[in-house]
């Protein structure tokens, strides 16, 4: 079970940013994918979640309206569309799953918000 993200960078308040999450070793449409981020000195916090099935979705108040999961299952890719971006947005962003009882984390990657 591998997870990658990608897609992050420096970008400044306002602008937008697409993070994707490229999966292997297990079929994406049989499970969720979260999107997490940490900032220096926080803890990791959830950000938004897409379902295996029904492709409900969950978001974080502090990007709701602003943040939009997607997933291909055909690329086995889940993507995070990020605009509006601020400062407080700046973090390192992870993927996430959980197969039988066990959580996977991919690489993080780096997204910076200049003011």
């Known amino acids: 079970v591998q997870l990658q993200a990608s897609g992050g960078g420096l970008v400044q308040a306002g602008g937008s940013l697409r993070l994707s999450c490229a999966v292997s070793?297990?079929?994406?449409?049989?499970?969720?994918i979260g999107w997490f981020r940490q900032a220096p000195g926080k803890e990791r916090e959830g950000v938004s979640c897409i379902s295996s099935t029904v492709d409900s979705t969950y978001y974080a108040d502090s990007v709701k309206g602003r943040f939009t999961i997607s997933r291909d299952n055909a690329k086995n890719t889940v993507s995070l569309q990020m605009n509006s971006l601020a400062p407080e947005d700046t973090a390192v962003y992870y993927c996430?799953?959980?197969?039988?009882?066990?959580?996977?984390w991919g690489r993080g990657t780096q997204v910076t918000v200049s003011s």
């Open positions: 070793g297990f079929t994406l449409d049989d499970y969720a």
């Open positions: 996430n799953t959980r197969l039988g009882g066990r959580d996977y």
